[in-house]
């Protein structure tokens, strides 16, 4: 499996963005994508998630602000981005495992795009 994420930039507080994540390869044995970030000088933190069924789920500090969908068709995950703060800086990578995300820690991922740098500006 294979993911491309793309879509980061520079936006100013309050503004908005929606990153993507293209996939390709043997998808069907994927359970949960994914979307994670890693600010400088911190771990690499759950975001959101979203399951093969389309069930979501969010961390707590992007629940209300952030939405995480999927295109079957297109083989594409997405996140979009609202209400943005200068705190959702960082790296922002999607995932995608045969098993439910929030079962494993970050570093037992099995699949990794690389990361799209999201800068927020206050």
């Known amino acids: 499996v294979q993911l491309q994420a793309s879509g980061g930039g520079l936006v100013q507080a309050g503004g908005s963005l929606r990153l993507s994540c293209a996939a390709s390869g043997s998808l069907s044995s994927i359970y949960s994508m994914g979307w994670y970030r890693q600010a400088a000088g911190k771990q690499r933190e759950f975001v959101a998630i979203i399951s093969s069924g389309g069930n979501t789920r969010y961390a707590d500090s992007v629940e209300g602000r952030f939405t995480i969908s999927r295109d079957n068709v297109k083989n594409t995950m997405y996140l979009q981005m609202m209400s943005l703060k200068s705190e959702d800086t960082a790296v922002y990578y999607c995932?995608?495992?045969?098993?439910?995300?929030?079962?494993?820690?970050?570093?037992?991922?099995?699949?990794w795009g690389q990361g799209t740098l999201v800068t927020v500006s206050s």
């Open positions: 995932a995608a495992d045969p098993i439910d995300l929030l079962r494993i820690s970050p570093m037992d991922v099995k699949y």
